[in-house]
């Protein structure tokens, strides 16, 4: 079950559909902390924790001694002062450090062995063995908000090969939008499935809107947490503006989530999955930057709706990871051990960040893979 969710994160909520409905229009200053306060019954930090969260994800901005203005636009390509590109620190420590404890994984992989036993043998069914599907599914609706049945969910040897999957189920006479400049294993793998990209110039904030507006493309690949190699993420009006792309027509969207869970916000982004409802969205993610780049092991999370033509064109897959290297990463996700590594590199980078606090931003550097 559930845990309740904590009051800041309900307020959050709230003021962020409130703003997105349009109950408050950009420019709009919002209600005082104070205000907010005696309307909700909340206490004051609780304010400021979801208005901070409100101005980390763009749709708020606080201006000194005057207060919280609403930053949210709806409109595509709004009007105003440029923000800075939002741009994330990457860890200076050698990657090593940040791989998964040994230790911890030493002793996972011997449970594994003892409660498994000969079972790891057998043949995993073909879209990943049910123990990490239902793991995921638990995982993702209690840290990135996503609601979907662990049938929803497919286990492939890497986001490299599901990219090759989510062409043989959309079909290669599609032309997919990428963004430019993207890493470059996207292109180059739909481009091997004989899929013609359409490249789309991203600004300081995503995808540029005259260019998104104008591609004939009817799937668009995104990394809206951060883009690599420029390292810009996603503002909350653009992810606004990339639901209303897929809602016009015979669209879908693959959000490519990479690192994600190394954010330094203290609420991980809103995926576009969760804030489109899931309806055209695929979502997808690896183990290779959170476990080991050794672990082979991503996933993605169809709407339900495609879930008959993916088994019609390319259920027949047997699914490539072994099923020793799926109950692992169950083990991890059920005992605790994969959420506490992530919690405790979250905070050795918030340090790291503030410690840095000084220096110019630059951006991501980090090698993508999975």
């Known amino acids: 079950m559930r845990s309740e969710k904590p009051e800041y994160l309900k307020l959050y909520e709230f003021l962020r559909d409130e703003i997105t409905r349009g109950a408050w229009p950009a420019g709009a200053r919002l209600p005082s902390r104070r205000q907010i306060a005696l309307d909700r019954g909340v206490s004051a930090i609780t304010v400021d924790h979801s208005y901070e969260l409100l101005c980390e994800e763009g749709y708020a901005e606080s201006r000194p001694r005057s207060g919280y203005y609403v930053a949210y636009r709806s409109s595509d390509g709004f009007a105003g002062a440029q923000p800075q590109p939002r741009v994330h620190r990457q860890s200076t420590a050698p990657a090593p450090k940040e791989s998964f404890p040994f230790s911890v994984l030493a002793r996972a992989m011997r449970r594994v062995i003892s409660d498994y036993g000969e079972d790891m043998l057998k043949k995993s069914p073909n879209a990943g063995c049910p123990e990490l599907r239902g793991a995921l599914a638990g995982y993702l609706s209690r840290n990135r908000g996503i609601e979907a049945g662990a049938d929803q969910i497919v286990i492939g040897s890497g986001s490299e090969y599901l990219y090759g999957l989510v062409v043989e189920m959309l079909g290669a006479q599609r032309e997919f939008a ?3 400049p993207s890493y470059e294993k996207i292109e180059r793998v739909y481009q091997a499935r004989g899929v013609r990209c359409d490249p789309l110039p991203l600004g300081h904030d995503g995808i540029r809107s005259p260019a998104l507006a104008a591609t004939r493309a009817s799937v668009l690949h995104i990394t809206p947490y951060r883009s690599y190699p420029t390292g810009v993420t996603a503002s909350a009006s653009k992810r606004a503006e990339y639901i209303r792309w897929v809602s016009q027509g015979d669209r879908y969207i693959v959000e490519d989530d990479f690192e994600s869970e190394f954010s ?3 609420k991980p982004e809103d995926t576009v999955f969760t804030r489109s409802g899931g309806a055209r969205v695929i979502y997808m993610n690896t183990f290779s930057r ?7 092991v991503g996933y993605m999370v169809l709407p339900a709706a495609l ?3 993916f088994e ?3 259920g027949f897959y047997s699914c490539t990871v072994p099923a020793f290297e799926q109950y692992l990463l169950a083990d991890l996700i059920t005992s605790g051990d994969f959420e506490r ?7 050795k980078r918030r340090r790291e960040e503030r410690a840095a606090a000084p220096e110019e931003a630059t951006p991501s550097t980090t090698t993508k893979g999975g």
Not at 290 to 296: D, G
Not at 341 to 347: A, C, D, S
């Open 264 to 266: 330094l916000l203290r």
């Open 290 to 296: 959170t476990v080991s780049p050794s672990i082979r």
């Open 312 to 314: 019609r064109r390319v």
């Open 307 to 309: 879930m008959p033509l």
């Open 178 to 180: 990428i963004e430019h």
């Open 341 to 347: 590594h992530i919690n405790r590199m979250r905070r």
